[in-house]
């Protein structure tokens, strides 16, 4: 008896690892087709995984932000809202629901993802972008100055730097948003997406 009890817990342990290095192995061409921009061969492998083991949710956050990267942003938000459906404090998946619902149009969605998101996790420099990104779209421009000081503060990136500029001078404060501008220039990017910036900020 006391064999069969070893027997079992052993084979239970080495299917387990199996199963984990599967999904790792699925994951991992996956990404290595992302890497070369081959979304769609992303997704198609991660369409055989889901069928393989329907309960993981890397498998259905992987497909997601592949779908996103095709611009197929409403099977990204049913993919992220799967992921947390089965792990339902899955912090990236919460970003990744927001930018699709940004992107989809539903900013008031896309804050509502991006605020749970920044709960989750107060240490994320994206997930204070992003929402900022969100308040930007929603013309909340000193709710996306926070955000962006915020982010700023954590990690900063010329792109933060930026829109923190274009939220700045859209509330008239052009010397604020001249500074930024200018300090993006002085990291060694240029940045010709706004005629405003660039008119005032010479």
């Known amino acids: 008896m006391k064999q069969i009890i070893i027997f079992f817990i052993v084979t239970t342990i080495s299917i387990y690892k199996i ?6 192995e699925f994951w991992e061409m996956a990404n290595d087709k ?17 069928i393989k083991d329907p309960k993981y949710v890397g498998h259905y956050y992987t497909r997601a932000k592949a779908k996103y990267m095709i611009q197929d942003f409403e099977g990204a938000i049913l993919d992220y809202s799967k992921a947390i459906q089965l792990k339902s404090d899955h912090g990236p998946a919460y970003t990744g629901l927001g930018n699709a619902k940004r992107a989809s149009g539903d900013l008031k969605g896309s804050l509502s993802y991006l605020n749970k998101a920044v709960e989750l996790n ?6 204070y972008y992003f929402r900022g990104l969100t308040k930007y779209e929603l013309k909340d421009y000193i709710g996306a100055i926070k955000d962006f000081d915020k982010s700023i503060h954590l990690f900063a990136n010329h792109d933060t730097y930026f829109y923190r500029a274009l939220s700045k001078f859209a509330i008239n404060d052009t010397l604020g948003a001249c500074e930024d501008y200018n300090h993006i220039i002085s990291m060694g990017y240029t940045n010709n997406e706004s005629v405003e910036l660039q008119e005032n900020c010479k």
């Open 19 to 24: 199963n984990a290095q599967s999904n790792y």
């Open 122 to 127: 107060d240490k994320n420099a994206n997930n």
């Open 34 to 50: 992302s890497k070369v921009g081959d979304y769609n061969g992303s997704i198609d492998i991660m369409n055989k995984a889901i």
